[in-house]
């Protein structure tokens, strides 16, 4: 379903209108750039890719100058961006499937390269779904990462935060596959879904969803209609 590319703000509260306090998430999501219409006669799936953000490129400007060191937009990127009708590369690119509506046959909208789709398509009390990547914690053991009770705290014991016994020794002779053991822990995609809009700023550009989303403060997430 349709949606939109923002970035999480962070976490507050606010007051509906029983007077109930409601922690929301606040989600910036400036008008998105239409880039690409996928027609569904020709790839099987209807389907629009936005814009969000902009990268900078390495042409001087009429004064001569050049943007500073750092990641840059290639020919490629600035060459798909020309095609919308864009004079910079937008810094993420993602795509919205318009009909994956398990077991429905949804009218699908038309979007027109060029255009914007902006805070405007959510309403205050609709459910949505909200992808993010999660806070990345680096190499962590199985108490933190698997929630592992770990080993008793008392005199002389050593396995405080260990796994334990990780595999039979006789048969099968190894580690079964899927086996929950140390390693890294999160920097990964996570979708929460029926989160509720709770209000909808459309002059700052701001969404407020009720709960928490998987991400940073500055992360960008994705933010889709849920049929």
Do not use: C
């Not at 989600?27 to 389907?47: C, L, Q, S, Y």
């Not at 990780?166 to 190894?174: A, V």
């Amino acid at each position: 379903m349709i949606g939109i590319i923002g970035k999480k703000l962070g976490m507050t509260q606010i007051f509906n209108e029983q007077g109930q306090q409601v922690p929301v998430t606040v989600i910036e999501a400036e008008p998105n750039p239409v880039t690409k219409v996928v027609d569904k006669t020709a790839a099987g799936f209807a389907a629009v890719e936005l814009g969000y953000g902009k990268l900078k490129t390495a042409r001087a400007n009429a004064k001569g100058e050049r943007t500073p060191k750092g990641a840059r937009a290639s020919k490629a990127e600035l060459g798909h961006a020309k095609k919308a009708g864009l004079d910079y590369a937008p810094r993420v690119l993602r795509s919205f499937r318009l009909d994956d509506a398990p077991g429905k046959n949804p009218e699908i909208p038309s979007f027109e390269v060029g255009g914007t789709v902006g805070v405007g398509i959510f309403a205050a009390g609709e459910r949505v779904k909200v992808t993010g990547t999660t806070k990345g914690r680096g190499f962590q053991g199985v108490v933190k990462r698997w929630g592992f009770g770990g080993g008793a705290n008392t005199h002389g014991n050593t396995k405080h935060r260990k796994p334990g016994s990780i595999g039979p020794g006789t048969d099968p002779s190894r580690v079964i596959k899927g086996k929950k053991m140390p390693g890294h822990y999160g920097a990964e995609r996570h979708t929460s879904v029926g989160l509720r809009v709770e209000r909808v700023d459309a002059e700052r550009n701001l969404i407020y969803i009720r709960g928490s989303v998987a991400g940073p403060t500055n992360g960008i997430v994705l933010v889709r209609k849920q049929g």
